[in-house]
């Protein structure tokens, strides 16, 4: 939701609960953007990203690997000698 300053100001503790219940709360200046209000969760994540991310998630979620090449090389494997 979008919040102008004195609008926050004035509903400050409705501002910090749909923050934790709605996801982030923007507050604009004259007509812009100026501040979000997240929830302590929120932050934490943002701090330390890793602290709420198992593998399972990065993997997931993690980098894009588009434009990646991935094909197995199909050439046989070398010979190693034995001794």
Not at 17 to 45: C, M, N, W, Y
């Amino acid at each position: 939701m979008n919040w102008s300053v004195a609008k926050a100001k004035d509903n400050f503790s409705e501002v910090i609960r749909k923050s934790r219940t709605e996801g982030p709360q923007e507050i604009s200046l004259h007509g812009e953007a100026a501040a979000v209000v997240i929830s302590a969760e929120d932050f934490r994540r943002l701090k330390d990203p890793r602290a709420s991310r198992d593998f399972k998630d990065w993997l997931l979620n993690g980098p894009s690997l588009e434009g990646v090449d991935l094909e197995r090389d199909r050439r046989p494997a070398r010979e190693i000698d034995p001794f």
